[in-house]
């Protein structure tokens, strides 16, 4: 069973465009979501992260949306750039005390074009 | 720097064989993880331990062993028993008790011939 899913494995852009990348999610308990960039033979790292009581969060270039009665949320990078071009996977977690066990979608592969 | 180092990057294993996996962490975080990442699977959890002598399963234990005797170390063996071995193994470290996310080390592929 998928809690976590990321239906579109890749997604190609134009350089200078808006890449929007989406994610849903079955567990009604999850309240804390993130987003991890991964190159190819390398370990993800960490992009972004929402909590449940946010609806959005800003970081420069990327913005995460949380959508909490459609269980979805959302990745946007903008303007895309090349070196953006990676897989992302996204998490999500419930709050509680001691280890974090992070559940991953699938992941997306992104190309940004020239 | 601090960081979590995976060793080896590459690794060959004959069937039947076991094979371990080093991870080791100096961020002094008291959780670490284990994940295996399948093509379009995404990572999933084989095991976890907030605390050193300390470990649960998580959702693919079968076929594999931890240990937590040190903080920094969590070694994982990958047994004859499991199935299917081949695939990039990932080892993380958090801090406990809040959200976190995880520093991820940079993945050994595992492949057996």
């Known amino acids: 069973d998928q809690q976590v899913k990321q239906n579109s494995p890749s997604l190609s852009v134009q350089e200078g465009r808006i890449s929007i990348l989406n994610c849903d999610y079955t567990?009604?308990?999850?309240?804390?979501f993130l987003w991890y960039k991964k190159y190819p033979a390398e370990g993800p790292t960490f992009l972004i992260s929402i909590s449940s009581i946010k609806d959005k969060n800003e970081d420069g270039r990327f913005t995460v949306f949380l959508n909490k009665s459609a269980k979805h949320l959302s990745l946007h990078i903008v303007p895309s750039q090349p070196g953006d071009s990676a897989v992302y996977f996204c998490?999500?977690?419930?709050?509680?005390?001691?280890?974090?066990?992070?559940?991953f979608g699938q992941g997306t592969r992104l190309t940004i074009n020239p | 720097d601090g960081g979590i180092t995976q060793s080896p990057k590459y690794l060959f294993r004959k069937e039947g064989q076991n094979v371990t996996l080093s991870c080791e962490q100096n961020l002094n975080h008291d959780a670490m993880y284990w994940y295996r990442q399948d093509p379009g699977q995404g990572l999933r959890l084989i095991y976890y331990?907030?605390?050193?002598?300390?470990?649960q399963k998580g959702d693919i234990a079968e076929g594999y062993s931890v240990s937590r005797e040190k903080k920094e170390s969590f070694p994982l063996t990958v047994t004859s028993a499991q199935k299917n071995p081949t695939a990039f193994y990932l080892c993380a470290s958090s801090p406990t008790g809040e959200n976190y996310g995880y520093t991820f080390g940079s993945g050994t592929r595992l492949t057996v011939v």
């Open positions: 331990s907030q605390i050193v002598n300390d470990f």
């Open positions: 567990n009604s308990m999850f309240d804390y």
């Open positions: 998490a999500a977690t419930a709050v509680r005390r001691g280890a974090q066990k992070l559940v």
